[in-house]
């Protein structure tokens, strides 16, 4: 039982370029979300998906696109990376709301050039 | 102003020490409340959810002011391993999404 994995680990991109954020969860968990992380900011929502097929703007979505490809599936798109988006960006998965333990990602580090 | 918001610390402790952190929420509309801890260059993961009536799980204590809006974490005989960044959760009511601190750092020392 992996639990959730990302994809890469690490990533550097020049301006302009663009890539998926890849990311999968092994718990058949309905909701599952992006986040950002940058210092002294915390865990930003990014975009959220709460089953599949469905997805929603969180807090900063904007330079970002979102696929629920299937239940365990949710890729994070950057078309055209800016040095603002250097980050850690993290996927998480839980049951369903309310009180559920969200499950993190190892998390991908980001730096664009 | 910050939804959620704690002391950035760093927390600088002694082994055996009691060590607390506090953090207010502003929007009085809210559901649920989490500590998670954070590890240097990892991932959160839960450590206790955090109920009305306060609760403890080993050496961890957590309570809940509704009234005031603050949550508060105790740790009692700190050792080397709760070194990391702690962080404040709240799920505000109609949201699905859960709202994060930006973490307390502690650093416990031999």
């Known amino acids: 039982n992996a639990g959730v994995t990302q994809t890469p680990k690490f990533q550097v991109l020049k301006t302009g370029q663009s890539m998926t954020l890849q990311c999968a969860q092994d718990?058949?968990?309905?909701?599952m979300y992006w986040y950002r992380q940058d210092p002294g900011m915390g865990l930003r929502l990014i975009y959220y998906s709460a089953s599949e097929g469905t997805t929603d703007k969180g807090e900063v979505p904007n330079g970002y696109n979102v696929s629920r490809l299937n239940k365990r599936e949710f890729s994070l798109r950057l078309e055209s990376a800016a040095p603002s988006q250097t980050s850690v960006y993290f996927c998480a998965s839980t049951e369903g709301q309310g009180t559920n333990e969200q499950f993190f990602g190892p998390g991908t580090r980001l730096t664009v050039l | 102003r910050k939804e959620v918001e704690q002391d950035p610390g760093p927390f600088n402790v002694p082994e055996g020490a009691t060590v607390a952190f506090n953090c207010t929420y502003s929007?009085?509309?809210?559901?649920?409340f989490f500590w998670y801890r954070q590890d240097c260059r990892k991932e959160p993961k839960l450590l206790m959810s955090v109920y009305s009536s306060g609760n403890e799980d080993g050496r961890f204590t957590a309570q809940l002011n509704r009234a005031s809006q603050y949550i508060s974490l105790l740790i009692r005989d700190s050792k080397l391993s709760d070194s990391a960044t702690y962080l404040c959760v709240v799920r505000f009511t109609g949201r699905r999404a859960l709202t994060f601190g930006s973490g307390t750092r502690l650093q416990v020392q031999p």
């Open positions: 929007n009085s509309a809210s559901q649920s």
């Open positions: 718990m058949n968990h309905n909701s």
